[in-house]
């Protein structure tokens, strides 16, 4: 079993940042992906990026390439989402999400097994 707590949302403007923080627990990762997802108000949930736990190769959705940067720290077993040059499109639920890696680079929600319970994240204009 594993356990995902998310922390870091809020409201910030537009040109922001906000750094998003992904607390694991319950089992080893070795083999793991972790990822970050979003669901903004009428829309689907859509992937925002991913790392492999091993060697913390990174993936990202074009929307957020440069601006996003995923991290994590093997120590702490917690995973990070750093959010610069927000815009008020990044608006959404953020979830971090964890599954065996069973390819890369790892996007679709249904290839993750372990979900936290979101965590809001608004950016004004």
């Known amino acids: 079993q594993v356990q995902l707590v998310e922390s870091g949302g809020g409201l910030v403007q537009a040109g922001g940042s906000l750094r998003l923080s992904c607390a694991a627990s319950g089992r080893t990762f070795s083999r793991y992906a972790m990822g970050w997802f979003r669901q903004a108000p009428g829309k689907e949930r859509e992937f925002v990026a991913a790392?492999?736990?091993?060697?913390?190769?990174?993936h990202y959705a074009d929307s957020v390439k440069g601006r996003f940067t995923i991290s994590r720290d093997s120590a702490k077993k917690t995973v990070y989402l750093q959010m610069n040059s927000l815009k008020p499109e990044d608006t959404a639920v953020y979830y971090c999400?964890?599954?065996?890696?069973?390819?890369?680079?790892?996007?679709?929600?249904?290839?993750?097994?372990?979900w936290g319970q979101g965590t809001q994240v608004t950016v004004s204009s």
């Open positions: 999400t964890s599954g065996r890696l069973i390819r890369w680079p790892q996007f679709r929600d249904t290839e993750y097994g372990y």
């Open positions: 790392i492999t736990w091993s060697d913390g190769t990174m």
